[in-house]
């Protein structure tokens, strides 16, 4: 018997399955890809991938993992929220208390204006 073989290969030639076939089935048994290729005798669900695309077989995976990034979501800031903070700068607010008028960081108010209106020039904060 050949040393190399692992149980995965030893399966597969008792049952005449096939590594495509299994990938379908574990798919849709809900098996992450990572156990999959585990399960399958690969180390990497990436060297999976490989095999599969060499015998022109489709991954049943998505290439990228669903679910939510890492991090916190966007901070959306509306255009409301950005003429508001316009407008109590303009009117002599300072910008923390602007900012927190309008329901965010100063610094997270002034990246959407600079990515929106470049333009726009609000007043500076007077030395005391």
């Known amino acids: 018997m050949n040393s190399n073989r692992t149980i995965a290969d030893l399966y597969f030639a008792d049952t005449g399955e096939t590594v495509g076939k299994a990938c379908k089935s574990m798919h849709a048994g809900g098996i992450s890809i990572e156990r999959a290729s585990q399960i399958i005798g690969y180390k990497t669900s990436s060297d999976l991938r490989k095999y599969l695309a060499r015998r022109g077989i489709e991954c049943p995976w998505p290439k990228k993992r669903a679910g939510s990034p ?12 950005m003429e508001r903070y316009v407008d109590l700068r303009r009117a002599g ?35 005391a």
Not at 70 to 81: E, F, L, Q, V
Not at 116 to 121: F, T
């Open 70 to 81: 890492g991090g916190h979501p966007p901070i959306r800031i509306t255009d409301n929220m």
């Open 93 to 127: 607010v300072l910008a923390d208390i602007a900012a927190r008028e309008a329901g965010h960081s100063r610094d997270s108010i002034r990246q959407a204006i600079r990515a929106r209106r470049p333009d726009l020039k609000l007043p500076r904060r007077k030395a």
